[in-house]
């Protein structure tokens, strides 16, 4: 996959976030080119970043996994 910035992960996932039932988990798959919500609610929420690609570091609250 190839990636090049663009989508609003702050967006999405506001937009998940505001879902009934409120998910627990939200799993984002992005190259890391986003913005991203200043903060979020209790929802844990797993960011997938390619292992090789150089990019700013998700907020705190985020759990980032690197991908080969």
Excluded: F, H, K, Y
Aim: glycine residues 10%; negative net charge; aromatic residues 2%.
């Amino acid at each position: 996959m190839t990636g090049g910035g663009g989508t609003d992960m702050a967006g999405a996932i506001e937009e998940v976030t505001t879902r009934r039932p409120r998910p627990n988990l939200v799993v984002v798959i992005t190259d890391g080119l986003t913005a991203w919500p200043s903060r979020v609610g209790p929802e844990v929420i797993i960011v997938l970043l390619p292992a090789a690609v150089t990019v700013p570091e998700p907020p705190p609250w985020a759990q980032v996994v690197r991908i080969a």
